[in-house]
């Protein structure tokens, strides 16, 4: 049974089927974890541009929460 | 002739509109994969006649459906979907037009969606419960968008795989 929650932040997150997470804030998406395996969770922003792979749901959750837009439209990790 | 819709009343459209509509539905009986090929099938050969783009969505025996086409068709579409036997408690959960369609290169996509068979993880939202239950307009879009973003996610990675 999982623990994971999500942190307490402005961000909604939800579950669209098991695996796969979607982080909004504001309305607005912010991106998705796609868990292809318990230790491989990828994130990618809202293009579906990859961020990153995380071994837990908890640091891939972490890094699309801290993802900060760039001037050029682009996102990188804070 | 340019069309009207019902929230436009006779107002005529600009050329090119396109109504946007997404429903729940709940099936009489299980559906069974073999059972949503042949809708798919039907759904898809009639779609493509008619300019109707969309991609459907089944889990725990709900059907959600997103549909987008000319505003005449899809009003004749909704009108048999709504004598199809084989669902009920057919609901309209957004009706909107646009110029621009979500689902053009899919005249009826699907992707499996795993059945729930726990509860989602605390803190979550559930974005098939909160289309299906559609309790205000912003959770309603929000869910929307969700479920069209994961269509997304699965087409592609379905489709890298064939290649």
């Not at chain 1, 089927?17 to 998705?32: D, Q, T």
């Not at chain 2, 992707?111 to 726990?118: E, I, R």
Request: charged letters at 20%; a negative charge.
């Amino acid at each position: 049974m999982s623990t994971i929650s999500p942190p307490n932040t402005d961000v909604v997150w939800a579950e669209v089927e098991a695996g796969f997470y979607v982080g909004s804030r504001s309305g607005e998406f912010l991106g998705y974890v796609d868990v292809e395996a318990e230790t491989k969770n990828v994130v990618c922003d809202m293009y579906s541009r990859p961020v990153g792979e995380y071994a837990s749901l908890a640091e891939a959750m972490h890094a699309l929460e801290s993802l900060q837009p760039s001037e050029e439209g682009a996102a990188t990790v804070a | 002739m340019p069309e009207s819709h019902p929230t436009t009343g006779s107002v005529p459209l600009p050329e090119g509109t396109l109504r946007s509509l997404v429903y729940s539905s709940e099936a009489i009986t299980r559906f069974y994969q073999e059972d949503l090929d042949a809708l798919l099938v039907q759904a898809r050969a009639h779609n493509e006649s008619v300019g109707i783009t969309g991609i459907l969505l089944y889990k725990n025996d709900q059907f959600i459906q997103f549909l987008e086409g000319p505003p005449s068709e899809v009003t004749a579409l909704m009108e048999r979907i709504g004598q199809d036997p084989r669902h009920t408690n057919v609901r309209i959960l957004i009706d909107e037009l646009t110029l621009e369609r979500q689902f053009d290169e899919w005249t009826m996509g699907y992707q499996p969606m795993k059945n729930q068979s726990s509860t989602v993880l605390p803190g979550f939202r559930d974005s098939f419960a909160d289309i299906a239950q559609s309790p205000d307009a912003l959770t309603t879009g929000r869910a929307a968008k969700e479920l069209a973003l994961w269509f997304r996610v699965r087409a592609g990675k379905a489709a890298r795989a064939a290649a």
